[in-house]
Structures are given as C-alpha cells and as structure tokens.
C-alpha cells in the first residue's frame, strides 16, 4: 500500500499566500495532504477570511496556530513529509533552525522555503536567513541571479536553489479593451507617509482625468481594521485619503475603492499603475501597458523595486502627468528577468521533493555550507550587497 505523502504550508501572511496556493495545488494533483497553517501572534492572525477566499485557500484543510508555540515546539512537524514556511527571513531562519535541532534526523521534514512576489529591493538578508532550506524558490530571474552572485562572493554552494516563476504569472489571458479603466496597485506602506500617499494618489486622479479614462480603480491590498505584515495607520490608509480627495475636489471622473481579485481588478483595465506588486506582472502578461512607479520609500529616495530598476517601462508619475505614455515590455526585458512557469518544471519540483523525502539518511540532503558570522555583521553585509544590486546592476534593454 502507497503511503500519501503530506506537506503544511505554514503562511503568516497574506503575500505568501499566492505560492502557498501553488505548492498546494501542485501537490494535490500529485496525490498529496495538504494542510494551511495561519500563523497567529498573541492571538491575532494578519490573514482574514475575505484574503483567504480571495486567493482561494479555503479548500485546503485549515488549522490556526499561535507563533509563540511553533517558534518554540519543533514536535509539531513530525507527522508532516515536508513544510513550505511562508514566513519572513528571520522568522524562516529561527524555525529552520529549531526543525533541525529539535526533530531527529529521522524526523525532520523536508523544508521548503520562498518569498513573496515582487521584493522590495532589501532582499539579501532574506535570503541568507532562508538559505539553508531544502528547496528555495525563487520567482524570476534577475533575483536567482543576484542570489548565486552573493553565494559566489563567499564560496556557497546553492544546489537547493528552484526557479518556479511567479505563482500566478499565467493565471491571466491577455484581454480585449472592451472599457477604458485606470488601475492603480496599491502597497499600504509604498509610499509610507501620509503626505507622500495623498501627493500621489492626487497626482493619479489628475493623469486620468487627463487621459479621460472611463473610471479610475484603487485597489486596496486591505481593509481598515485587517492587520498586516506592513501595517501603516489608518490615516495612511488608500480609502481614507481617496475619500478626502474626493470630498475636497470636484472630479469629471469615476474613482473608486476595490478589494477585488487581480482578475476582477484587471478585467476591463487599459493601463495599470503601482510600485511593486506582483499584479503589475500580471498586466503586463495579459498585454496591459503598466507602469511601474518610482516613488518614495519607506526612508526616502526608493526609485522602484529591482525588479523593475532601469527597465523600459518605470517612470516617477510626474511624467505621466506631463504626457509619456505607459507601455509594455520590450522581449529582451522579460527574457532577462522573468521566468514563465511550464507544466515540466511543476512536475520537476514534485519530483525533486520526493527524492529528497525518500532519502533515509537526512545528512546527504543538498544543503549550503555557510560562512558563520555574527548576524548584525551578516546584515550589515547584506545591505551592502542590496546598495551594489539596487544601484550597479544594468538591464539590457
């Protein structure tokens, strides 16, 4: 009798749900268990329902869990096969380690680890804190790269390293203009201040009344009163500050707050707006022209996620304003930088993470041999690293 293998993928928030929903339905098909964990800390969860259903998650067998007892208890894992830890860098690292000291070789799980969407341009702390994880996802190109640069600087070997792509990249068919909307993305902490947001959201209104767009859509990653990974006040919040500008302008244009899905948000979209969401992705495969903002950061001058860094299509929204025109990306853009998931390499995942489960002897699993340093030293470096990626690396365009 085959014995069903079965995997938890543990999710503290809602940017890690995507490739949750991925890995689980991957494994679903290939005859696997699948449970979500929702993280919980001093009893409040960052995920709601509505994000839960909006992503499609509720099929899957659900079980909350505070932090406090995970980060504490390594027992838990034991009935699992493997777990994808959805969790940030250094809340992965902590659990890789307490998994490998607190659970017998025997015992341990197969650990799976990856990060959320389109990174802020911060992303190499995160990396190292997760680099000694079975299998490390990665979503597009230019971030596995930047990853094997680091390892290559200090001698890592990164054989667990996996380009999956991102989750939902093919989720979306290009779509007939059939209505002539605006769209803008929103990140509740990109930009963080409240002046900045309301500069911005302002500007956003006056580029399409401008270009008489049909409706401007604001989609709001969450509603006041959810909580988030990133939380900002609710001042800060888009539907407040949206609201304010609406009461205190008189607009020749439709505005409106959506919580919808991407799908929903994209559907009769003609040019997409936002700093750095998976969505903008997302529109630019389905033949949107999007423009990735450049806009303040969390501390000042930001100038765009990596990802999107020098690439043809990123503008601040002055010039927007002043007449350029969004567009889409050109062949050479998205052969360097994005990877689009195929059915094959699905399969090959599956297949490579059953051959590391069926190893007996846990100790022979591929796992990068690191330098030990001090963690604020390690940080320090990483930043470093991020200021050399952020500001040197050059996109052929």
Request: with cysteine; hydrophobic share 40%.
């Amino acid at each position: 009798m085959i014995r069903i293998k079965n995997i938890a993928l543990i999710v503290e928030a809602d940017s890690y749900l995507p490739l949750a929903k991925k890995i689980g339905n991957l494994l679903s098909e290939n005859d696997w268990e699948v449970s979500l964990i929702i993280l919980k800390r001093s009893g409040i969860t960052l995920i709601s329902e509505r994000q839960l259903r909006r992503f499609g998650m509720l099929k899957f067998s659900l079980i909350y869990i505070d932090y406090e007892y995970v980060s504490q208890n390594a027992q838990w894992a034991c009935k699992f096969d493997a777990v994808f830890l959805g969790l940030t860098g250094a809340a992965a690292r902590d659990q890789i380690k307490l998994l490998r000291r607190g659970l017998s070789e025997k015992y341990c799980p197969v650990i799976v680890c990856g990060f959320p969407g389109v990174s802020y341009y911060k992303q190499t702390y995160g990396q190292w804190c997760k680099i000694k994880a079975d299998i490390l996802l990665f979503n597009d190109r230019r971030t596995l790269r930047n990853y094997r640069q680091f390892c290559k600087v200090f001698g890592i070997t990164c054989h667990n390293d996996f380009l999956l792509g991102y989750p939902s990249l093919n989720a979306m068919a290009p779509q007939p203009d059939q209505q002539k909307d605006l769209v803008y993305i929103d990140q509740s902490i990109l930009p963080k201040s409240y002046k900045d947001r309301r500069n911005l959201f302002k500007k956003i209104i006056e580029y399409g009344e401008k270009n008489k767009f049909r409706k401007i859509s604001f989609l709001a990653r969450n509603q006041i009163g959810e909580h988030n990974l990133h939380p900002n006040e609710v001042e800060c919040h888009i539907s407040k500050i949206v609201s304010e500008l609406l009461d205190d302008e008189c607009l020749n244009i439709e505005v409106e707050i959506s919580y919808a899905s991407p799908e929903e948000a994209l559907r009769h979209c003609s040019v997409c707006l936002g700093i750095t969401s998976t969505v903008l992705l997302e529109a630019m495969n389905a033949g949107i022209p999007t423009t990735p903002l450049r806009a303040k950061g969390i501390g000042g001058a930001f100038n765009g996620t990596r990802l999107f860094q020098l690439s043809p299509m990123a503008m601040h929204i002055e010039d927007l304003v002043h007449g350029a025109s969004p567009t889409l990306p050109t062949s050479s853009w998205k052969h360097e930088n994005i990877f689009y998931p195929t059915k094959s390499v699905e399969e090959y995942f599956a297949f490579k993470l059953e051959k590391i489960i069926s190893l007996t002897d846990t100790k022979s699993r591929s796992r990068p041999s690191v330098v030990r340093l001090p963690n604020w030293v390690m940080k320090f470096i990483c930043r470093l690293f991020d200021c050399y990626f952020h500001r040197s690396i050059r996109t052929k365009l």
